[in-house]
């Protein structure tokens, strides 16, 4: 016997059938994903909660297991499902960058890089690596910190992307805080890496600050050309 959830259920299923998530509210679409993990019970109610007590859709995805957890009917199965998502989706992003000029994929990369950790309470450190015709070659996390700091060397950065096989390299780091302004810190160190990975060959083509309210882009504010000529001056007296 088919239940009053089992209409709207359906409608919901029809509606994405036929317009995708473009029609639809943040909380529909957390209905339409618990209702495979709880196939007789009304999710409405949970879906609101769990936006009420995370924020936004985004909030619900990055949300630990527990936490997921601590809402009323949401069980191991619901949990699982959400958790299971938010790692096809970032695994999905990387896989669409990687293999692809980084100039053109750019958004890609940013997209992917706010889904890492754009949401994070702690900071953590990325590098995407490129080769030669600056394709994405291969990314990953070497550092992870607390939530203002997080411990990591230009030369463990230069190191790693010579075993990468990198030629250029994208620095990404977060600031859970949601300031999108680097330090004073940010700035000698970027400078560093630049001078650090000039001396051994390799090119450093970004660095971004992944925020919650933004990113920021050291080479579209023109920091790493000024770092660049500062670079070349200094190697011009030593070799003169």
Same mark, same amino acid.
């Given at each position: 016997?088919?239940?009053?959830?089992?209409?709207?259920?359906?409608?919901?299923?029809?509606?994405?059938?036929?317009?995708?998530?473009?029609?639809?509210?943040?909380?529909?679409?957390?209905?339409?994903?618990?209702?495979? *993990?709880?196939?007789?019970?009304?999710?409405?109610?949970?879906?609101?909660?769990?936006?009420?007590?995370?924020?936004?859709?985004?909030?619900?995805?990055?949300?630990?297991?527990?936490?997921?957890?601590?809402?009323?009917?949401?069980?191991?199965?619901?949990?699982?499902?959400?958790?299971?998502?938010?790692?096809?989706?970032?695994?999905?992003?990387?896989?669409?960058?990687?293999?692809?000029?980084?100039?053109?994929?750019?958004?890609?990369?940013?997209?992917?890089?706010?889904?890492?950790?754009?949401?994070?309470?702690?900071?953590?450190?990325?590098?995407?690596?490129?080769?030669?015709?600056?394709?994405? /070659?291969?990314?990953?996390? /070497?550092?992870?910190?607390?939530?203002?700091?997080?411990?990591?060397?230009?030369?463990?950065?230069?190191?790693?992307?010579?075993?990468? #096989?990198?030629?250029?390299?994208?620095?990404?780091?977060?600031?859970?805080? *949601?300031?999108?302004?680097?330090?004073?810190?940010?700035?000698?160190?970027?400078?560093?890496?630049?001078?650090?990975? *000039?001396?051994?060959?390799?090119?450093?083509?970004?660095?971004?600050? /992944?925020?919650?309210? *933004?990113?920021?882009?050291?080479?579209?504010? #023109?920091?790493?050309?000024?770092?660049?000529?500062?670079?070349?001056?200094?190697?011009?007296?030593?070799?003169?």
């Amino acid at each position: 016997m088919k239940s009053k959830n089992d209409g709207h259920r359906e409608r919901l299923r029809n509606k994405f059938i036929e317009h995708g998530l473009d029609k639809f509210t943040d909380e529909e679409i957390i209905e339409l994903l618990l209702t495979f *993990g709880t196939p007789r019970s009304d999710c409405k109610q949970m879906a609101r909660q769990m936006l009420k007590q995370f924020g936004t859709l985004r909030g619900v995805f990055e949300a630990d297991a527990k936490e997921l957890m601590e809402i009323s009917g949401v069980g191991p199965s619901n949990s699982f499902g959400i958790k299971f998502i938010h790692q096809i989706t970032r695994k999905f992003l990387r896989e669409k960058m990687i293999g692809r000029p980084f100039l053109q994929s750019s958004e890609e990369a940013l997209e992917y890089l706010n889904h890492a950790m754009g949401a994070l309470d702690n900071e953590v450190f990325m590098v995407i690596y490129l080769n030669a015709g600056n394709e994405i /070659i291969n990314e990953e996390t /070497i550092a992870v910190g607390t939530a203002t700091e997080v411990p990591v060397s230009p030369r463990q950065i230069a190191e790693r992307a010579i075993k990468n #096989g990198a030629v250029s390299l994208v620095l990404a780091h977060n600031h859970p805080g *949601g300031s999108v302004e680097p330090s004073p810190e940010d700035r000698s160190f970027t400078k560093e890496t630049l001078f650090v990975c *000039g001396m051994m060959g390799l090119k450093l083509a970004e660095h971004l600050i /992944i925020s919650p309210n *933004g990113h920021y882009s050291f080479s579209v504010e #023109g920091h790493l050309a000024d770092y660049e000529r500062d670079f070349k001056r200094l190697f011009s007296k030593i070799g003169g």
